[in-house]
């Protein structure tokens, strides 16, 4: 089953895993669950397949309806002033 090559960063093993899959499009953060995901089994890198990448690029296009639109609230990062 696998159709992974091998971590490009480490040289791991990477397994399939369904996954959600956060992907910023058009300066919006969209969020797919349920993505095939191929996951290094030594440092926890994700990999998508061109196919997966490019069903998501569809969706996002507007050919497929989200199932729920989350909330997702933006902070401002402020350093310490101690
Ligand atoms: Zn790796």
Not at 14 to 21: A, G, I, Q, S, T
Not at 39 to 65: I, M
Request: aromatic letters at 10%.
């Amino acid at each position: 089953m696998s159709t992974y090559s091998d971590c490009f960063y480490c040289g791991g093993a990477v397994e399939e895993h369904n996954l959600p899959r956060e992907v910023r499009w058009q300066g919006e953060l969209f969020i797919f669950e349920n993505v095939p995901l191929g996951v290094c089994t030594q440092c926890g890198e994700k990999f998508l397949k061109p196919r997966v990448a490019k069903s998501l690029d569809r969706a996002l296009q507007g050919q497929q309806k989200p199932i729920r639109v989350l909330q997702v609230p933006v902070y401002q990062y402020e350093p310490d002033r101690m």
